[in-house]
């Protein structure tokens, strides 16, 4: 099992920044490919972003590339994304992922879930 832990949520103005930080355990983290979603109240679970194992190959969703930044400190087993000019859209909870073999788009291939972390821009 590998349990994750998201941190670095909360409130913040239209065009601040934000690092969200998911610290893993239970088993060896670079093992592991890593991802953040996001689901926003009324609407479907969202990718992201998305890190392999060493953190050299790395996606984004086409929409959200140029604003947010995955990161992974194997070291640390930690995961971060950095959000930068945040927009009210936004808002949503963000879940980190974890799975062994998937670097997918895909939120259903994943094995490994955390609770989440509360994100919201006000305007």
């Known amino acids: 099992q590998v349990q994750l832990v998201e941190s670095g949520g909360g409130l913040v103005q239209a065009g601040a920044s934000l690092r969200l930080s998911c610290a893993a355990s239970?088993?060896?983290?670079?093992?592991?490919?890593m991802a953040w979603f996001r689901q926003a109240p009324g609407k479907e679970r969202e990718f992201v972003a998305a890190?392999?194992?060493?953190?050299?190959?790395?996606r984004y969703a086409d929409s959200l590339k140029g604003r947010f930044t995955i990161s992974r400190d194997n070291a640390k087993n930690t995961v971060y994304l950095q959000g930068n000019s945040l927009k009210p859209e936004d808002t949503a909870v963000y879940y980190c992922?974890?799975?062994?073999?998937?670097?997918?788009?895909?939120?259903?291939?994943?094995?490994?879930w955390g609770q989440g972390t509360q994100v919201t821009v006000s305007s």
């Open positions: 890190i392999g194992k060493s953190g050299v190959t790395i």
């Open positions: 992922a974890a799975d062994y073999s998937s670097l997918s788009y895909t939120g259903d291939e994943y094995d490994y």
């Open positions: 239970g088993r060896t983290f670079s093992n592991y490919n």
